[in-house]
Each structure stands twice: as structure tokens, then as C-alpha cells.
């Protein structure tokens, strides 16, 4: 029964690392996001975080795609209401609200289907740093031939340099969680 015991101390022990490991790569690939955006055909802000859809406009505005997609916006949201009438009748134009999504796998879903009727090849995905990699992840398992850039913005409720204080902590676990939920799910079921 001894032995048992202490088999079972060294398992749990391995796990508890094995599981550190994980999350210390995986707070490590939250500050890696963050390229020059190159030209894409378009950009998909996913919409949930403060500050998201003002670096998608900002970076539409600086001619990095003729297409801005806000996936996630609640239904009764409007252009008006998200950009405060701060965006002109050729900006409206080109800007798309993407109303049915409620979570990151339905976002790639929803994207997917606007991407593939207009014929593009390549979106800059914009979410906050500590959500890009489980969006990054997703949106790469379900448009697989789509040349995806991914581009994080700093929100005020997470702070990546001191990411182990706080509210940062509990948004990384969360995230942690769930990246890994999405991981065994692409993986067990190879739901696209």
C-alpha cells in the first residue's frame, strides 16, 4: 500500500509539472502575436475585448485590407453604434458585421463562410493577446488553406508584462482551459 501511495505521489507530482510546463508555453505564446501586418484581402476583428474594433479600423484605415469583418457583433449593433459615426460612406462599404457568432469556433465558422462567397485567401486576425492563440489555433483548423496573420492588441484588463498579477492570472487560465478544450476537440472529433 506504501508503494501505491508514493507511485501515486510521483504520477501526481509528473502531472503538476507536465501541466506547468503547458501553461508557461502557453503564457509565452500570448506576447508572440504581434508581426508588421502585411497586406491582406481582409480583417477580422473578433469583437469581446476593449480596444479590438478601434486597431481593425485603424489598420483598415492604414490600407492593410480592403475588407473589415467584426465577427461576434451582438444583433442589434449597427456601424453607428460600434463607430460613433467617426466612419465615412466608402469605410461603410467595405465593413461587414458578422451577427450569428457567439463563440471562437462559430466566429471561424461565420468568417470562413464570408471569406469563401467573396473568393478570399488571407485575413490579419486581430483579438486581444491573451485570446490569439486559441483563436489563431481555430481559425487555422477551419480555414486550413487561408493564409491567416495574427495581430494582438494590449487590453486594459491584461497585463502581459506582469501576467501573474490579478485579473491577467485568472484570463490566462481561462484561456489556458479553453485553448486546450478546443484542442482535444479538433483532435477527437475533426469538427471543421
Not at 505564446?29 to 478601434?54: C, F, H, K, M, Q
Not at 487590453?155 to 485568472?170: A, I, Q, V
Request: aromatic residues 10%; hydrophobic residues 45%.
Amino acid at each position: 500500500m506504501k508503494n501505491l501511495s508514493k507511485i501515486q505521489l510521483i504520477a501526481a507530482t509528473a502531472l503538476l509539472a507536465a501541466l506547468l510546463i503547458l501553461f508557461l508555453d502557453f503564457v509565452h505564446d500570448t506576447r508572440a502575436y504581434r508581426p508588421a501586418i502585411s497586406v491582406a484581402d481582409a480583417i477580422v476583428v473578433l469583437t469581446g475585448g476593449r480596444g479590438r474594433t478601434e486597431e481593425g479600423l485603424a489598420q483598415f484605415r492604414k490600407g492593410k485590407a480592403g475588407l473589415l469583418i467584426l465577427s461576434g457583433v451582438h444583433e442589434d449593433a449597427d456601424l453607428d453604434a460600434i463607430f460613433l459615426n467617426r466612419i465615412n460612406k466608402v469605410e461603410r462599404s467595405k465593413i461587414i458585421l458578422e451577427k450569428q457568432s457567439t463563440s471562437t469556433y462559430e466566429n471561424a465558422i461565420e468568417v470562413r463562410k464570408i471569406m469563401e462567397e467573396r473568393g478570399l485567401k488571407s485575413m490579419v486576425l486581430i483579438t486581444s493577446g491573451y485570446h490569439m492563440k486559441r483563436a489563431y489555433y481555430t481559425f487555422t483548423m477551419v480555414m486550413p488553406d487561408m493564409r491567416t496573420e495574427a495581430y494582438s492588441i494590449s487590453t486594459p484588463n491584461f497585463d502581459g508584462e506582469r501576467w501573474w498579477s490579478g485579473k491577467s492570472l485568472g484570463l490566462l487560465a481561462v484561456e489556458f482551459v479553453k485553448y486546450y478544450w478546443y484542442v482535444g476537440r479538433f483532435t477527437v472529433t475533426g469538427m471543421k
